[in-house]
Structure formats: structure tokens, C-alpha cells
């Protein structure tokens, strides 16, 4: 199994454009999510998904659009880069939603990094 | 809200010390509490998990406590070595909802 993969590694945009950073994972796991990081700072949560079909908003999405149209792929759509968006972005997956006692954690892809100018 | 704080932010030990890092959150109603490692650059890597009804946690040589009554978890690794720098996050998880919080990290360098 690849796990999660992440493209770009790095991107530069200027203010203003869109894109669509790619996440994907290849063991079938129902919930996936972003994060962004900044320097200093912890994760912090952009979206989340339980399953095909299902998003949420996370800690922080505004200036974000997800979907899930597939089990596999989870895009981050940047709608109007802004400097405030530069970050290092991570997509993680996890097999299963509402589990118990388990001991499954988040897998993480190796991140995408984000300048905005 | 919840919120994780990690210190120290940074540490940087001798080879071959024992050391602690330490991880606070204002909310003790969580679900897990996980420690996570990660190398400059790179993604992060699951280190351990501790349940909420669990105290600690073991892995090799690193062993993760949890006290939920008073919002602390420490994470202790046991002569550590140079291959042991890298930063630590610990993050929370309030409920059953996968949706993790974390701290800022402590970056630590294990001198040779």
C-alpha cells in the first residue's frame, strides 16, 4: 500500500488564483481530513470527511472547498489564494468512523507546502 | 475550548539521557490522547495512543502517561538517541469524531 499521497510537494501561487491541492489513500478508510500547519503552531483542522459524499468544516474553512466523490480521493480546493493560506497542508485518513477502544490512529500523507504571494 | 500546550518548545539532551515531555489540555472530557512524531519535512507518524479509560501506554523505549482528572499526559523516552531528534506533537481527540487537537510540538535534539 502507497498510504496517503499528497500532490503537489510545493506549490507557489499568487494571490488571488485557485487550485486543488490532491490527497488519496489506498486502504479503503472511511475518514479523511486537512489540516494546516503553521510555523510554531500546531494542526489545526480545515474539513473533514466520514465517508463518500460527507463533508464537514473543520477548525478553520474559510477560503476552502472540499468533496468526496470517491472512498480513495479527498481534493482541497483553494478558491482565492490569499497570504494568509501559506502553510504546509496535511491530508490523514483513518478506517473507520465512531470506532471503540481501538487502537487505529490517523495516517498522514507527507504534506503539501504552500506559498501564496 | 480545547486547548493543548506542550512544554518545553524545544529541548536538546545528550546522548543517552532519559527525558520527559510534557503535554497539558484544558479539557479533560477527551477520547484519546495521542503522541505523534515528526521529521523536518515530512508527514507525521503514530508513536502511541492511550484511550481515555487507559493510564499509559508503551512502546519500546518510549512509554506515554495519561491523567485525565488533571489534563496531563507526559510522553518518556529512555535513553534516547541521535535517530530520537525530531519534533513531538501530542493532540487530543474530544470525542468520538476523529477530530484531532493539537499542541505546537516540542522540537527535540538528541546530541551525539
Known amino acids: 500500500n502507497a498510504g496517503v499521497t499528497q500532490t503537489p510537494k510545493f506549490q507557489v501561487l499568487k494571490t488571488g488564483q485557485s487550485m486543488t491541492l490532491q490527497c488519496a489513500q489506498d486502504m479503503n478508510h472511511e475518514y479523511m481530513s486537512w489540516y494546516r500547519q503553521d510555523p510554531g503552531m500546531g494542526l489545526r483542522l480545515i474539513h473533514y470527511s466520514v465517508g463518500a459524499g460527507i463533508t464537514d468544516q473543520g477548525e478553520v474553512p474559510n477560503g476552502y472547498n472540499v468533496s468526496r466523490s470517491t472512498t480513495e480521493d479527498f481534493p482541497l480546493r483553494l478558491l482565492s489564494a490569499a497570504p494568509s493560506q501559506t502553510s504546509v497542508y496535511f491530508c490523514?485518513?483513518?478506517?473507520?468512523?465512531?470506532?471503540?477502544?481501538?487502537?487505529?490512529?490517523?495516517?498522514f500523507g507527507p504534506g503539501t507546502r504552500l506559498l501564496v504571494l | 475550548k480545547q486547548e493543548v500546550t506542550q512544554i518545553p518548545a524545544a529541548l536538546s539532551v545528550p546522548e543517552g539521557e532519559n527525558l520527559v515531555l510534557n503535554c497539558s489540555f484544558t479539557?479533560?472530557?477527551?477520547?484519546?490522547l495521542q503522541w505523534f512524531r515528526q521529521d523536518p519535512g515530512k508527514g507525521l507518524t503514530s508513536l502511541l495512543l492511550i484511550q481515555s479509560s487507559q493510564r499509559e501506554q508503551t512502546s519500546g523505549r518510549l512509554n506515554a502517561s495519561l491523567d485525565k482528572s488533571s489534563g496531563r499526559s507526559t510522553l518518556y523516552i529512555a535513553a534516547s538517541q541521535p535517530g530520537d531528534s525530531a519534533t513531538y506533537l501530542c493532540a487530543v481527540e474530544a470525542d468520538s469524531s476523529y477530530k484531532l487537537i493539537f499542541g505546537s510540538g516540542t522540537r527535540l535534539l538528541v546530541r551525539p
Open positions: 490523514a485518513s483513518s478506517p473507520s468512523y465512531g470506532r471503540q477502544l481501538s487502537q487505529e490512529t490517523q495516517y
Open positions: 479539557d479533560s472530557a477527551i477520547y484519546n
